[in-house]
């Protein structure tokens, strides 16, 4: 498989993390991206210690003029953008009646704007190359529904629909777009809405999953890698479940 340059968000941790490792692993040169800058220096580090093509950027996907100095700066340092994993999102637990517009907004920005942006700022480097994998990470919340989560739920959807959209208006130029909607995986996210009180721990939840474990970003990064390979090549517009039988 030809070497390409990929963006991954929300890549200081968890499945973004997971994400990048593989990645690069599968011989590519990586630009992680996160707004917790330390940490997302922290496994570039790992990586271009292994000899991987890696660099870290710190951003908030919610700010437009930021993302788009990123990508200048990445077709600098690795060129053109051929892969975006876009795993950058948080997550929210309010009482619908308790949802303030601000909250609603912000939850909105990051995971769903934030997403629309990173996507399409990487687009005409596809569009030129000719090939493009598009790969979001959405939420079993967005196909299940969820207590106290209207404002992510909705965001969530959003990028499940977002992603359609991407699919259906690119295919003729080589790009592919499919989304992974985990359900329940062993990240610092899921650790801090346990530690929170909002959720359940994830062991207890695991035993609600029909293979018996949560996920893991490795589970979700196998399956980004499949989805932006040259192998993946037809598979365009899906919602790929990754999560252990959990949602069917």
């Not at 919610?62 to 795993?87: F, H, K, P």
């Not at 629309?116 to 005409?124: E, K």
Request: glycine content about 12%; overall charge negative; proline content about 4%.
């Amino acid at each position: 498989m030809s070497a390409r340059v990929a963006v991954v968000t929300g890549a200081a941790s968890g499945i973004g993390a997971g994400v990048a490792r593989r990645l690069a692993a599968d011989g590519h040169a990586v630009a992680l991206l996160d707004f917790d800058g330390d940490r997302v220096d922290r496994v570039t580090a790992e990586l271009t210690g292994q000899g991987h093509a890696a660099v870290a950027h710190q951003a908030d996907v919610a700010d437009r003029d930021a993302l788009e100095r990123v990508y200048g700066s990445v077709r600098q340092e690795l060129g053109a953008v051929t892969i975006v994993v876009t795993s950058a999102g948080v997550e929210a637990f309010d009482p619908i009646t308790e949802i303030s517009a601000e909250k609603w907004d912000r939850i909105l920005a990051v995971n769903l704007t934030g997403t629309f942006t990173c996507l399409q700022l990487a687009v005409p480097d596809m569009i030129e190359a000719g090939w493009g994998r598009i790969v979001t990470i959405s939420s079993s919340s967005a196909q299940s529904g969820a207590p106290n989560m209207a404002h992510y739920v909705a965001s969530k959807g959003g990028v499940i629909g977002l992603t359609k959209a991407f699919a259906r208006e690119l295919a003729h130029h080589g790009i592919t777009a499919n989304t992974i909607p985990p359900t329940i995986v062993d990240t610092p996210m899921a650790r801090k809405g346990e530690a929170e009180g909002h959720v359940p721990s994830v062991e207890i939840m695991s035993k609600m999953i029909p293979l018996g474990r949560a996920g893991t970003p490795e589970d979700i990064a196998g399956a980004c890698s499949y989805l932006c390979s040259d192998e993946g090549g037809y598979v365009t517009g899906q919602i790929i479940g990754v999560n252990g039988g959990m949602y069917i």
